[in-house]
């Protein structure tokens, strides 16, 4: 059984720049959160994705987008690239239907750098 | 609001055993906890819902007192395959789903031989 996988593993972008990273869930889930991680930090959450829409978001500014699929697969974009956006990008699958708590599975992570 | 995670580091030799706590001032429905090894995704460890239970996972426990929004994690007996950033995530809400999870700075852990 395929854990989270995320795409791609490394990204190198210059401010200004848009990225669009991918994250592929646990089998069996269907929802999609997204976390940012700076160096030395906990992860901080972006958004949650559950049946197509954002369902949680966190304090981020409209940079940040998502988009659910309706295989549950997920992307996450950042438009107008900061220098502070460089960090490690985790994407987290749970599933919803049926259960009353969210215990998360992590992803890899893309560790994206703004130059 | 971020929870807040003490010690913020903690250096033991194998064998020892060690606390980690983390409390909240919101109104908390789950605290998950969660271990990070360097360059690596955080992996889930246990998930406490609100009713004051306690919790184990061979060496590694927790307990989660709803009243005081506050969690604890117990290792005992420390191997060198426990270290790592330990990191809690609490939850609000009434848990019916949907709710974001919040994680604390993490607490990092080295067990030397």
């Known amino acids: 059984d395929a854990g989270v996988t995320q795409s791609p593993t490394h990204l190198i972008k210059t401010r200004g720049q848009q990225v669009t990273l991918r994250c592929s869930p646990k089998?069996?889930?269907?929802?999609v959160s997204w976390y940012q991680q700076a160096l030395g930090q906990g992860p901080q959450f972006i958004f949650q994705?559950?049946?197509?829409?954002?369902?949680q978001r966190g304090n981020f500014p409209d940079r940040f987008s998502g988009h659910q699929f309706p295989n549950y697969s997920s992307e996450l974009n950042v438009n107008a690239l900061l220098l502070g956006d460089s960090a490690l990008y985790l994407c987290?699958?749970?599933?919803?239907?049926?259960?009353?708590?969210?215990?998360?599975?992590f992803g890899p992570g893309t560790r994206l750098t703004v130059l | 609001q971020q929870p807040v995670q003490s010690p913020q580091a903690v250096i033991l030799r194998e064998g020892e055993d060690a606390v980690i706590n983390c409390s909240s001032s919101?109104?908390?429905?789950?605290v998950h906890w969660y271990r990070q090894k360097h360059g690596e995704a955080p992996v889930f460890l246990m998930i406490?819902?609100?009713?004051?239970e306690q919790k184990g996972h061979d060496k590694i426990s927790a307990s989660f007192n709803e009243k005081k929004q506050q969690s604890s994690l117990y290792l005992t007996a420390s191997q060198l395959s426990y270290s790592g950033t330990y990191f809690c995530?609490?939850?609000?809400?009434?848990?019916?789903?949907?709710?974001?999870?919040?994680f604390g700075a993490g607490t990092r852990l080295f067990v030397k031989a």
């Open positions: 089998s069996g889930h269907d929802t």
């Open positions: 987290a699958s749970s599933w919803t239907s049926g259960r009353v708590y969210n215990e998360q599975f």
């Open positions: 994705y559950y049946e197509e829409e954002e369902r």
């Open positions: 995530g609490t939850e609000g809400g009434d848990g019916t789903g949907g709710f974001k999870t919040i």
């Open positions: 406490l819902l609100k009713g004051g």
């Open positions: 919101k109104a908390l429905y789950s």
